[in-house]
C-alpha cells in the first residue's frame, strides 16, 4: 500500500510561470489536506478538501493559488504566476472517509524554488 | 482547539529516554492530545494520540496529567534517527473539518 505520492519532488519555475503541484493520496483515503512550509518556518495549512469538494480553504492565499480534488486523479495544488515568495515545501496529506482520529498521512513533499 | 505551549528546543543523549513536555491547560474535555514529528526536509510523521489515559505504541508514550492540563512524549529509548522537531496539537476527535493546526513545535537534538 503505497504512501501519499506526491510529484515532482522538486521543480523550479521564473517569475511570472505557473506551477502544478499533484498529490494522490493513500489508496481508500478521501480527504487530502495541502500544507506549505517557508525556509526555517512552520507548517501552515493551506486546504482542506475531499472528492470534488472544497471543504476549508481558510490558508490558502486569496489569489493566485488554486486546488481541486477531481472525482478521479491526483489533487492538484495550482499557483499561477508563481513569485519569489513562493518557494517552499508544499506538503500534501490524507486521511481515510471515516477518520474521527484525526491521523494524518503526509507525503514527502514538493520542494518549489522561483528564481 | 486549545493552545499548547512546547520548549522551542532540547537535547537528550543517545539511548536516554527523551522527555518532551507540552502544556495545554485550556484543553476541553472532548479534545485529544496527539503528537506528530518532522524529521528534517521529510513530511510530519504520527507518532500518537490520547484523550487521558497513558497510551503506547511502538513508537512512544503519551502520559497525560490527571488534569489534562498538560503531557509528556516519551521516546524510551532515543536513536540519532528521533532528531526532529516534535509537535504537540490539541484537536477534537472527529470534528468534520479535521485540519491539524502546527504550532512551532520542540526542536529535539539526540546527541552521540
Known amino acids: 500500500n503505497a504512501g501519499v505520492m506526491q510529484n515532482p519532488r522538486h521543480l523550479v519555475r521564473r517569475r511570472g510561470q505557473e506551477a502544478r503541484l499533484r498529490c494522490s493520496p493513500m489508496k481508500g483515503h478521501s480527504h487530502v489536506y495541502w500544507y506549505r512550509q517557508l525556509p526555517e518556518e512552520g507548517l501552515k495549512f493551506m486546504v482542506y478538501l475531499q472528492k470534488e469538494n472544497i471543504i476549508d480553504e481558510s490558508g490558502m492565499p486569496k489569489e493566485r493559488f488554486s486546488a481541486e480534488f477531481p472525482k478521479e486523479g491526483p489533487s492538484i495544488l495550482r499557483i499561477q504566476q508563481v513569485v519569489r515568495g513562493d518557494s517552499a515545501a508544499y506538503f500534501c496529506?490524507?486521511?481515510?472517509?471515516?477518520?474521527?482520529?484525526?491521523?494524518?498521512?503526509f507525503g514527502a513533499g514538493s520542494r518549489l524554488t522561483v528564481l | 482547539d486549545a493552545k499548547t505551549t512546547q520548549p522551542t528546543s532540547m537535547d537528550c543523549a543517545e539511548g536516554r529516554a527523551a522527555n518532551l513536555p507540552c502544556n495545554h491547560s485550556t484543553i476541553s474535555g472532548n479534545e485529544y492530545v496527539y503528537w506528530y514529528r518532522q524529521i528534517h526536509s521529510q513530511g510530519p510523521q504520527y507518532i500518537i494520540h490520547g484523550l487521558k489515559n497513558n497510551e503506547t505504541n511502538e513508537m512512544a508514550s503519551l502520559i497525560i496529567t490527571e488534569d489534562r492540563k498538560s503531557s509528556t512524549l516519551i521516546l524510551p529509548h532515543a536513536t540519532l534517527r528521533d532528531t526532529a522537531v516534535y509537535y504537540c496539537?490539541?484537536?477534537?476527535?472527529?470534528?468534520?473539518?479535521?485540519?491539524?493546526?502546527f504550532g512551532q513545535g520542540t526542536r529535539l537534538t539526540i546527541n552521540p
Open positions: 496529506a490524507s486521511s481515510p472517509e471515516d477518520s474521527g482520529a484525526n491521523v494524518l498521512t
Open positions: 496539537i490539541v484537536r477534537v476527535r472527529g470534528q468534520g473539518a479535521q485540519k491539524l493546526v
